[in-house]
């Protein structure tokens, strides 16, 4: 740093009164002052200054020299006493032509030297020290208040001495440091303006205004948003929304990325593994062609990965070459004539160095096509066969175009009602239904059903055997559970389903056995219930069991078959009329109609022979069966002559007295005094008709009885429309 020094000289110089009594000090002061080469004052500070006095203004040794020592700045200022450290004589001075003192400032180049004018040279008195004087001034004479403002010796005590000083750097140790001529302006004045080559900062940085920043990023306007269904793809410039319908397309997405975007639950990446069917194969010994088989890879897509497996066992394999072949011919040497022991277990993918060949040029490519493997042991007698190709396959790692992999637990949409229509744009729609406890898929026409747990059991009951027969078309006959008000409502219970008459789809209501005890198809099956249940005609069907469904199944069509030991004979099916369809059982046997049925039978139908041209006497509970006009049985119950009594009359086709003495329905009353219960085949025989069965005048001991029915022989001619035998009945409704 460039500095102009101004240099003030003045000793401190007290005369000795007595000649010897003291001597003149040997300090000069100086006073001085440190200005900057632009014309202010120097800094502020403590400076290490150093002193010399030459015997010429460009002299260049000095006569003295003393310092560095630190000298105190202020407002450019400084004062300082010259010869603590190293003594300043009057012969030195004195033998001086001139004297020129310089100042050194830090490491700074020493400033223009000042000359030390006469009263320096007052030093020069000390050789008056020898000279006796009169009238001098000694201390004794000077009053003790003209010296209050000069400092004693004791008031010097806190100032440093020159002793002090030795550990402050001297000119020598400071070689290495910058000097202040060196330091450009802006290091003395600190002003931005002294910098050389001012950088040129943006606006904001002199500023701070936001407004000036460059490259300002777009900001959403403010209450702005999408319309319905669209979401925000970014920021236009003006600052209006770019929406769009999605915010992430197809093409923004990478093409083997489903499990990235699914968390892994779904993937179109697999590992498609095709291996030889034909092996393990033998190796002959001594043959250049060995043993060959063939893999026919299947289109598994675009390979990302391949690989060959194989597992080879010999005496020795380091007598084995083994060769692959691609589709169209490609050839690579796997393995030739080397290694040791009697096993080869390897995997070559692709990238692998191969003996010939690299398998990844197959990487992007469909590896589709007949691959064959050739295993051949060079060594060995001819004939002779020590070695087997056990297995070897080929696994290409592809991003299927054709199947997706679930991760986790596929969770299919849960409806009682198809999500949406079955046609051929919804092909393949799948939901479940938790209440049929079945998977539903569109076949394009019709939803195919795939139950979970077959319909029918006690974990997944029908409601009824005609909801069977639709869910399972080709159930057999045989014992099913139902639930016939769904989910929640009364227990399951078990029925039988007569799944051949008509489509199937009936229910057994319930059962009629012959008295004789010999005709039980159902009542042992363990599907009933005793024979003491409610109504009137229940008390009439002594020898039948009941469902559950008795009481509780109602529908649209009846049927009563008979059959005898289990083998269908004869059925006939009748339609309810409308206001009883769907009414349960045993509500319509305890009632009090006398037509349920529609004016003509549905359909009928016999099966072998069902009556016994003998006519045989009917016993008690016995039903029977009319071939001949091809009604469905019905049965009445005898009891007394005189009173007719008609309730509870199921399938037929009769009316109230339409015969003499009969009274049409299952489980009616037909009573006649003094006679016993007995079963009638009615509504199309008469009173005479049943006596003609056994004969003019027979006894009906089937009754207990013990009187002949009059009239004799021919009073009521045999009118051949009833056919009998005993058999059992069963009751049906769908």
């Known amino acids: 740093m460039v500095r102009r020094l101004l240099l003030y000289v003045s000793?401190?110089?007290?005369?000795?009164?007595?000649?010897?009594?003291?001597?003149?000090?040997?300090?000069?002061?100086?006073?001085?002052?440190?200005?900057?080469?632009?014309?202010?004052?120097?800094?502020?500070?403590d400076y290490l200054i150093a002193f010399a006095i030459y015997?010429?203004?460009?002299?260049?040794?000095?006569?003295?020299?003393?310092?560095?020592?630190?000298?105190?700045?202020?407002?450019?200022?400084?004062?300082?006493?010259?010869?603590?450290?190293?003594?300043?004589?009057?012969?030195?001075?004195?033998?001086?032509?001139?004297?020129?003192?310089?100042?050194?400032?830090?490491?700074?180049?020493?400033?223009?030297?000042?000359?030390?004018?006469?009263?320096?040279?007052?030093?020069?008195?000390?050789?008056?020290?020898?000279?006796?004087?009169?009238?001098?001034?000694?201390?004794?004479?000077?009053?003790?208040?003209?010296?209050?403002?000069?400092?004693?010796?004791?008031?010097?005590?806190?100032?440093?001495?020159s002793s002090d000083l030795g550990k402050y750097a001297q000119s020598a140790d400071l070689a290495d440091y910058v000097k202040a001529a060196s330091l450009a302006a802006v290091a003395a004045s600190g002003s931005y303006k002294d910098l050389k080559d001012v950088p040129k900062f943006a606006d904001v940085a002199t500023?701070?205004?936001?407004?000036?920043?460059?490259?300002?990023?777009?900001?959403?306007?403010?209450?702005?948003?999408?319309?319905?269904?669209?979401?925000?793809?970014?920021?236009?410039?003006?600052?209006?929304?770019?929406?769009?319908?999605?915010?992430v397309t197809a093409k923004d997405l990478p093409a083997d990325g489903l499990n990235e975007v699914s968390g892994n639950l779904l993937t179109t990446q697999f590992q498609e593994l095709a291996a030889s069917t034909k092996t393990p194969l033998d190796i002959p010994d001594g043959i250049a062609t060995g043993v060959s088989d063939a893999i026919e890879v299947p289109d598994f897509g675009i390979a990302e990965s391949f690989s060959v497996t194989v597992n080879v066992t010999n005496s020795d394999i380091s007598k084995l070459r083994i060769t692959l072949y691609a589709p169209g011919g490609a050839t690579y040497k796997l393995h030739?004539?080397?290694?040791?022991?009697?096993?080869?277990?390897?995997?070559?993918?692709?990238?692998?160095?191969?003996?010939?060949?690299?398998?990844?040029?197959?990487?992007?490519?469909?590896?589709?096509?007949?691959?064959?493997?050739?295993?051949?042991?060079?060594?060995?007698?001819?004939?002779?066969?020590?070695?087997?190709?056990?297995?070897?396959?080929?696994?290409?790692?592809?991003?299927?175009?054709?199947?997706?992999?679930?991760g986790g637990a596929l969770v299919f949409y849960s409806a009682k009602d198809p999500p949406v229509p079955?046609?051929?744009?919804?092909?393949?729609?799948?939901?479940?239904?938790?209440?049929?406890?079945?998977?539903?898929?569109?076949?394009?026409?019709?939803?195919?059903?795939?139950?979970?747990?077959?319909?029918?059991?006690?974990?997944?009951?029908?409601?009824?055997?005609?909801?069977?027969?639709?869910?399972?078309?080709?159930?057999?006959?045989?014992?099913?559970?139902?639930?016939?008000?769904g989910v929640g409502g009364s227990a399951p219970f078990e029925v039988y389903c007569e799944m051949t008459i008509l489509g199937g789809g009936w229910t057994l209501l319930f059962n009629l056995d012959s008295s004789d005890n010999l005709r039980h198809a159902w009542a042992d099956t363990g599907f009933w219930h005793g024979s003491g249940t409610e109504g009137s005609a229940a008390n009439g069907l002594t020898a039948g069991s009941k469902s559950s469904a008795y009481g509780l199944l109602g529908g649209k069509e009846l049927l009563v078959s008979a059959h005898d030991n289990g083998t269908l004979m004869a059925w006939g099916a009748y339609d309810l009329l409308a206001l009883y369809q769907n009414v349960p059982m045993l509500t319509l046997v305890k009632g009090s109609e006398a037509t349920v049925t529609a004016p003509r039978k549905a359909q009928s139908g016999t099966t072998g022979v069902v009556w016994n041209s003998k006519r045989s006497q009917s016993r008690y509970g016995d039903p029977f069966v009319d071939k001949q006009n091809g009604e469905a049985v019905v049965v009445n119950r005898a009891a007394g002559w005189n009173?007719?009594?008609?309730?509870?009359?199921?399938?037929?086709?009769?009316?109230?007295?339409?015969?003499?003495?009969?009274?049409?329905?299952?489980?009616?009353?037909?009573?006649?005094?003094?006679?016993?219960?007995?079963?009638?085949?009615?509504?199309?025989?008469?009173?005479?008709?049943?006596?003609?069965?056994?004969?003019?005048?027979?006894?009906?001991?089937?009754?207990g009885q013990g009187n002949t029915m009059a009239g004799g022989p021919g009073t009521c001619g045999d009118p051949g429309l009833f056919k009998y035998l005993p058999v059992d009945l069963a009751v049906w409704v769908r």
């Open 55 to 161: 015997d010429s203004e460009k002299g260049t040794t000095p006569a003295w020299k003393e310092g560095p020592f630190k000298v105190t700045v202020a407002k450019g200022f400084f004062a300082a006493s010259l010869g603590q450290q190293t003594p300043l004589s009057a012969q030195t001075l004195a033998a001086l032509p001139q004297a020129w003192l310089g100042v050194t400032v830090g490491t700074d180049p020493e400033l223009p030297r000042k000359q030390l004018l006469s009263v320096p040279f007052s030093l020069r008195a000390a050789v008056a020290e020898g000279l006796d004087c009169s009238g001098c001034v000694g201390i004794g004479q000077i009053d003790p208040k003209a010296l209050a403002s000069y400092a004693k010796v004791g008031d010097l005590a806190p100032y440093a001495k």
């Open 336 to 406: 030739e004539q080397s290694g040791s022991g009697t096993s080869l277990k390897a995997t070559f993918k692709a990238g692998d160095k191969l003996v010939e060949g690299d398998l990844s040029t197959w990487i992007g490519q469909n590896p589709k096509g007949l691959w064959s493997l050739a295993v051949a042991d060079l060594a060995g007698t001819l004939g002779n066969k020590d070695g087997k190709l056990n297995s070897w396959s080929i696994a290409t790692g592809v991003k299927s175009t054709k199947k997706v992999g679930v």
């Open 643 to 703: 009173a007719q009594v008609n309730t509870n009359r199921l399938a037929t086709t009769a009316t109230n007295a339409e015969y003499p003495h009969t009274q049409g329905g299952l489980g009616g009353s037909h009573i006649y005094g003094g006679w016993g219960q007995n079963y009638e085949s009615s509504p199309i025989a008469s009173y005479c008709d049943i006596t003609n069965l056994y004969g003019n005048g027979a006894n009906l001991e089937a009754n």
């Open 422 to 485: 079955c046609d051929a744009n919804n092909f393949g729609a799948t939901y479940g239904n938790p209440g049929t406890q079945a998977l539903y898929v569109c076949n394009g026409m019709s939803w195919a059903a795939l139950y979970l747990a077959l319909p029918g059991t006690k974990e997944n009951p029908a409601l009824s055997c005609k909801d069977l027969v639709a869910k399972v078309p080709n159930a057999n006959s045989g014992p099913y559970w139902l639930d016939i008000d």
């Open 207 to 247: 500023t701070g205004a936001y407004a000036d920043l460059a490259g300002l990023p777009v900001l959403a306007k403010v209450n702005s948003a999408c319309g319905t269904g669209l979401v925000v793809k970014g920021i236009k410039a003006d600052g209006s929304l770019d929406c769009a319908t999605s915010a």
């Open 11 to 45: 000793t401190a110089c007290l005369l000795a009164v007595p000649v010897a009594a003291q001597a003149v000090p040997l300090t000069l002061g100086v006073d001085g002052a440190l200005g900057t080469a632009g014309g202010g004052p120097g800094a502020d500070g």
